[in-house]
């Protein structure tokens, strides 16, 4: 059974900076594509970051600059590295997981696993 799980969300003020975490277990985790996704109230789940099998990132116009994903596979664990937060990255996080050997990273139906997400609030 997959399990991803993710922690390090909170409330910051904008400028400030958080570290999300999301551990997975129950999959190889080496071997899947990983990603972070973002919905804020009313929205549409939107694609944040991505970090492959092969650790290529890809990252959203929105954040590119600012936040940065990384991926320990000894621990598996993804990370997204969030800095210079403004009151529109307000959302809950969602980590993702893809086994497929070819994945479209930014599209949320590419990955069939899911964490709970961690709410994240940056005021300003």
């Known amino acids: 059974q997959v399990q991803l799980v993710e922690s390090g969300g909170g409330l910051v003020q904008a400028g400030g900076s958080l570290r999300l975490s999301c551990a997975a277990s129950g999959l190889t985790f080496s071997t899947n594509a990983m990603g972070w996704f973002s919905q804020a109230p009313g929205k549409e789940r939107e694609f944040v970051a991505a970090?492959?099998?092969?650790?290529?990132?890809y990252y959203a116009d929105s954040v590119k600059g600012r936040f940065t994903i990384s991926r320990d596979n000894a621990k598996g664990t993804v990370y997204l590295q969030m800095e210079s937060l403004k009151s529109e990255d307000t959302a809950v996080y969602y980590c993702?997981?893809?086994?497929?050997?070819?994945?479209?990273?930014?599209?949320?139906?590419?990955?069939?696993?899911w964490g709970q997400g961690t709410p994240v609030t940056v005021s300003s």
């Open positions: 993702a997981a893809s086994p497929a050997r070819y994945v479209t990273v930014t599209s949320a139906s590419e990955y069939p696993n």
């Open positions: 970090v492959t099998r092969h650790s290529n990132t």
